[in-house]
């Protein structure tokens, strides 16, 4: 086993007792941890738990208050990027790195272009990268604009970047967010052959089946804290999820059968365009019915978006038909909302709550007309209150301060605010945008058996989400999504791999 | 013949009226390039010409007055670089204040120290940039074509016209073939992919704003001790900007830059020969509608002439390192 024969050599990662504060938030609290050399690391834990912040530490992004660091068994003090360059360690970031109007090559030495002029530093990179594209089959076009590079392909740059520096150590933070399953496997199977070449690699995400198939030994962190470190093979994903949220959760989700009954929503040949033009949602037909969840799932861009935007009234259809309880809805958020169509958007940021307004004038937001919050020509401030501080009771919004600035909420409590406003209207249709993005599990768990409930109840659902798995465990039924086209319905059951062709594109 | 030399002229007067513009694009390309928006060009030329005319009158030399000009207006920029790079102000705020502050404290200094309406004093022309003819200009004079060319048009200009023209080329030799322009170029299409390269954002964009303020502080002096022999009161005339509407019909890149200040520098040239000028079939057209027509067409070519223009992603924008 590698990691058998990295044990006797130095770690190739030491944190001693790293503590961070950001003002009044603990974000690590005395963290020690060691990574050794030529294995996969996972590390996981709930967002905000302190792993980004943790990985930003290393990456000399930021400083920590106190602790030590040490490479290969060397202490190392690691200021800036630049330090953490130097000592042989890279970062793949979320978001990338990378300027989109520039080639793959400027993209590459930008900060070690090697001399004032351009000129020579070009030649070494393309040499380098000739070699790089041998030793591990990161195949990519030297040449091409970044803007032009499919998003697997972006990353590869990243990681090529980091190895063109020299990184002995790569962090990857939650890098399979953005891709397909089979980028994602292709991602894992460079990740493996950069392990097998001696390279150490510190994985950073929340999906623990990730974690279960690539990692050698994983750490969960909790609150700030490290709570454990585990080989994996001697883990399982319900012990990972127990150790991240700090009590038992379900992880899969439990719904009984139902039998859909009459059509709530039904769009035929929608055509949407964006705002530039383009063929956003190429004529896509479908239906969903009142006591089911119908699921959309698709790399994220394939048009979902623009969907649900057309549908609840946001962008005006280019051309095609939404039926809404057998009568055509007209574009037109309010109307929608009058005829009882609820909406939780993707972006919940942007379309779905005002970050410095209370958490009560957020639970009225688009629907503050209604009758129940009026006291004349005034808002009714006392009934608004009392309506809040009962939704948040029941939606186990925490803390339960109707006053308190959203902004100051988690991920999670904010998107259960927007949940309770939109489910507690008691709508027909409920279409959901990835209800549980930037939502720790605990809060996932809970968000999903509510959407169970609505169905349960016998409303329709439409769910649009990119995480294949939150698709699969709550729809009845799977719609795929590529290209702006429906590319086949099957049902939650279908396997993995054969769902991750149809949303690249294969037919069904 | 009399057309030929119609030409010349218009042209040799359209390429010295373009000069201050192109210093000023230039300007605004190396800062915009790099992400920080400037509108005070303006007033960074105004300094510029005050300083200029100021230094180039108590010592006599055209050259102290450059480099006076320079630093008054690299302070001006360092300003505005304070205030959106430091302390991530808002950049449209920033320059329009440093308009502000320019044609105030220029106008009120002028009056105290001067006393002569806002002015500085009337320069000799040895405190002055004066253009020497190139050898056998006069002689060359009536060749058609090459001749006019060669002695209206390339000869006797002043120095400082031709060092805008050499900025050009420079200026995409920095841009595009080094190190510096490269990440020049990054530091305002994506800050964050600089930092984590482990390049100093706020440092690569001051060096930025520094070049912007040299430049300036060139098209300044070259309005008060070049083109002009003193500083008269808010001498740039909307100058500053039209310099920012040539950026912008260049999609900020320094070749069309200098086409688009020519372009302007033709029309402003067209306007001057045409004042009293009566047109055939139209008549006499007023002085104001020629002056207005440089301004009347950026709206036009701004509104959609010249397609898409798209500005440095992260322009604007201030960096802050995210959580």
Redesign the interface.
Same mark, same amino acid.
């Given at each position: 086993m590698t990691s058998d024969k990295a044990m006797a050599a130095h770690p190739a990662i030491a944190l001693a007792h790293i503590d961070k504060r950001f003002g009044p938030v603990h974000a690590n609290k005395d963290i020690s941890l060691e990574v050794e050399k030529g294995t996969i690391h996972g590390i996981v834990g709930e967002n905000g738990a302190g792993k980004s912040t943790l990985m930003s530490i290393l990456f000399g992004f930021y400083q920590a208050d106190s602790g030590d660091i040490q490479v290969d068994g060397k202490p190392t003090r690691i200021a800036s990027p630049t330090d953490a360059i130097r000592a042989g360690i890279g970062m793949v970031h979320q978001h990338f790195m990378l300027v989109g109007k520039f080639t793959v090559l400027e993209n590459i030495m930008l900060g070690a272009e090697g001399g004032f002029l351009l000129n020579s530093g070009r030649a070494k990179v393309r040499r380098e990268l000739e070699r790089l594209e041998k030793d591990y089959g990161l195949t990519v076009d030297p040449d091409a604009l970044i803007d032009d590079l499919a998003v697997g392909l972006q990353q590869r740059v990243e990681i090529l970047k980091a190895l063109y520096r020299g990184a002995e150590v790569l962090i990857l933070d939650e890098p399979t967010g953005v891709l397909t399953p089979s980028e994602a496997e292709h991602l894992f199977r460079i990740l493996r052959q950069l392990k097998d070449q001696g390279k150490t690699i510190v994985l950073i995400t929340h999906k623990l089946k990730e974690i279960m198939a690539i990692t050698d030994r994983v750490s969960v962190m909790r609150r700030g804290e490290m709570v454990a470190t585990l080989p994996t093979r001697e883990t399982s994903p319900e012990q990972l999820a127990e150790l991240m949220v700090g009590r038992r959760v379900l992880l899969r989700v439990v719904k009984a059968e139902r039998q859909p009954e009459r059509v709530v929503l039904e769009v035929k040949n929608l055509v949407v365009k964006d705002t530039a033009g383009t063929v956003k949602v190429n004529g896509v037909s479908f239906a969903v019915r009142a006591g089911e969840i119908v699921g959309i799932a698709g790399v994220a861009g394939n048009g979902q978006s623009e969907l649900l935007e057309a549908i609840t009234g946001i962008r005006p259809p280019f051309s095609g038909e939404i039926l809404l309880n057998g009568k055509p809805l007209p574009c037109d958020a309010a109307q929608a909302r009058a005829r009882k169509l609820a909406h939780v958007p993707e972006d919940r940021h942007r379309l779905g709550i005002v970050m410095s307004f209370d958490a009560c004038e957020n639970v009225i937001l688009g629907y503050h007309g209604d009758e129940i919050y009026q006291n004349g020509i005034f808002q009714d401030r006392r009934a608004i209150v009392a309506d809040t501080e009962k939704k948040m009771q029941d939606f186990d919004v925490r803390p339960q301060d109707p006053h308190l600035r959203l902004g100051l909420f988690s991920g999670g409590n904010q998107q259960k605010i927007v949940l309770a406003r939109e489910i507690e209207q008691d709508p027909d249709l409920l279409i959901v945008g990835q209800p549980t993005r930037g939502v720790d599990v605990g809060a996932i768990e809970f968000i999903h058996r509510r959407l169970i409930a609505m169905r349960d109840r016998g409303k329709a659902v439409l769910l649009v989400s990119v995480e294949l798995d939150e698709i699969r465990g709550l729809a009845d039924r799977v719609l795929v999504m590529c290209g702006g086209n429906i590319t086949g319905e099957c049902a939650p059951e279908t396997s993995e791999k054969q769902i991750g062709l149809m949303m690249a594109g294969a037919a069904a | 013949m009399e057309w030929l030399d119609l030409f010349a002229q218009i042209a040799g007067s359209a390429i010295r009226v373009s000069v201050p513009l192109l210093f000023a694009c230039l300007a605004g390309l190396y800062s915009e390039r790099a992400g920080v928006f400037d509108i005070g060009l303006e007033g960074k030329m105004l300094v510029g010409a005050f300083a200029a005319g100021t230094v180039a009158a108590l010592t006599g030399s055209a050259w102290a007055g450059l480099i006076a000009a320079i630093l008054a207006s690299v302070f001006f920029a360092l300003i505005h670089g304070f205030a959106s790079i430091t302390h991530r102000g808002n950049q449209i705020v920033s320059g329009v204040a440093i308009n502000f502050i320019a044609a105030g404290l220029t106008a009120q200094l002028g009056e105290t120290w001067f006393d002569i309406g806002g002015q500085t004093p009337q320069l000799p022309n040895e405190a002055r940039f004066m253009g020497a003819p190139w050898p056998f200009a006069a002689e060359l004079r009536n060749v058609p074509v090459i001749g006019q060319v060669y002695s209206q048009i390339l000869s006797g200009q002043n120095i400082l016209v031709y060092m805008a023209f050499l900025a050009v080329p420079l200026t995409w030799w920095l841009l595009y073939? +080094? *190190?510096? =322009?490269? *990440?020049l *170029? &990054?530091v305002g299409?994506?800050p964050? &992919?600089?930092? +984590? &390269? =482990?390049?100093s954002v706020p440092a690569m964009r001051y060096a930025a704003v520094t070049c912007c303020g040299v430049l300036c502080g060139f098209a300044g002096a070259y309005l008060a001790i070049a083109q002009g022999a003193s500083f008269i009161e808010n001498m740039t005339a909307g100058k500053g900007f039209i310099a920012l509407a040539a950026l912008i019909f260049a999609k900020w890149r320094p070749i069309p830059a200098m086409w688009a200040c020519l372009l302007f520098g033709v029309l402003e040239a067209v306007a001057n020969r045409l004042q009293g000028v009566p047109i055939t079939g139209i008549g006499e057209v007023p002085v104001q509608l020629m002056q207005a027509v440089p301004y009347i067409l950026t709206v036009f070519l701004l509104a959609g002439f010249i397609g898409h223009a798209v500005a440095p !992603?992260a322009g604007g924008v201030p960096y802050v !390192?995210e !959580?």
């Open positions: - | 073939r +080094t *190190r510096f =322009g490269l *990440r *170029r &990054a299409e994506n964050a &992919a600089v930092d +984590t &390269a =482990g390049i !992603k !390192k !959580k």
